[in-house]
């Protein structure tokens, strides 16, 4: 065998297998989760029908080419889109729910005092996309209906849990089936948001508010 001589430093030898470069890795993951923050800004306010790949990828700063690197269809990236925008959502409203400070009654009222802060306003900034794009998707594409389905079936276990804890507690009480309340309560929100957006002005808010009282015998 043949011996190296000790002045000679030796260099450590890679397979190509080896040779991970994780900043591509983490540049390519930032660059998609920009083109879906930048669609759900932009489809807050437009809808998904009339905005064009050419001009989320413009705002997001994104080359056209790269598209179909992270999304085969304009379907899969709707459906990208929608389970993003729920799991930013549910985090937040986790954040809410989970506190460990006031009643669970305190807590879900928490919750509604967002949502009328953040899904009426005109710069929503992507925070009512489900406000927005429900009626508009469910008929355009089954997997964005899906989507949709999955993403606010959560949330309305969130308030479900929320309710029976608040039973708990004795911090509210309702008349009926703790699931069946959280849903009545999710759709009075839901279409308070949208009417909301028809008067331009936040009193559908205030009188959903006032009926999520009367329903949880605040």
Known sequence: M???P?????????????????????RS??????????AQRIMAHKGYSAVGLKEVLA??????????????????????????????????????LARSDGSAAERLMAYWQQWRQTQSVDECQGKCL???????VADLSESMRLALKE???????????????????????????????AQVLYDMWLGASVMAKIHRNLA????TMAATRRLLHL
């Open 151 to 181: 993403g606010t079936d959560a949330i309305v276990d969130r308030i479900e849990r929320t309710i029976a804890a608040g039973l708990e507690d004795g911090s509210l009480s309702i008349d009926g089936d703790p699931r069946a309340v």
């Open 130 to 136: 489900a406000v927005k794009l429900g009626a508009e």
């Open 29 to 38: 993951t930032d660059t998609r989760r920009s083109i879906l923050d930048a």
């Open 2 to 4: 043949a011996m190296v």
């Open 59 to 96: 705002e997001a700063g994104v080359p056209k080419g790269s598209f179909y690197h992270f999304f085969d269809s304009k379907d899969a990236f709707g459906e990208a889109m929608l389970k993003s925008y729920f799991a930013d959502y549910i985090a937040d409203m986790d954040r809410i």
């Open 204 to 207: 559908p808010m205030d009188t």
């Open 6 to 26: 000790a002045s000679v430093t030796r260099r450590p030898v890679y397979s190509a297998a080896m040779v991970i470069d994780m900043p591509v890795t983490t």
